[in-house]
């Protein structure tokens, strides 16, 4: 099931809290999901925080328990991702306060995009984002690439 749809432009505000976009808010809050989980990811050199609803984030750390224990490169992607997992509750506001070491990690001060990926959301600096998207506009020039979706 899709969740997170979209792209925001959003502001952390002094106290290090961020809205959560009022459509994910409500499909949340209609499946009883009032927790997110929030982790480091980086793809290439662009850092962000990857956000999840809390039943997602159990799914995922089940698939990765599944995993062989002595696959080194699946325990220290484990320790990577899961260790700097952050169980953040959506306040009655609807808020999140983002962990201090995450903010610093993906360089998160003010501007922020959060953009829905499906089963999980990304949260980028502003510039950050525009700097990605430029760079994956050439993504449609592959035809082929779409057509591999089944």
Do not use: N
Not at 76 to 99: F, N, V
């Amino acid at each position: 099931m899709l969740l997170f749809i979209g792209r925001y432009d959003h502001i952390i505000d002094q106290k290090g809290r961020l809205a959560v976009p009022s459509r994910w808010r409500e499909t949340l809050l209609g499946l009883h999901e009032d927790r997110l989980v929030l982790t480091k990811h980086r793809v290439g050199q662009h850092r962000c925080v990857h956000v999840y609803p809390f039943s997602s984030w159990a799914d995922l750390h089940r698939r990765f328990e599944s995993q062989p224990p002595l696959d080194l490169k699946m325990a220290a992607l484990r320790r990577a991702y899961l260790s700097h997992g952050q169980e953040c509750p959506l306040d009655p506001q609807g808020r999140i306060l983002l962990p201090p070491h995450l903010r610093a990690y993906a360089g998160l001060e003010r501007d922020v995009k959060l953009v829905g990926e499906g089963h999980r959301a990304s949260i980028y600096d502003r510039a950050t984002c525009e700097l990605m998207d430029e760079h994956d506009e050439v993504v449609f020039d592959d035809e082929d690439l779409l057509a591999t979706l089944k």
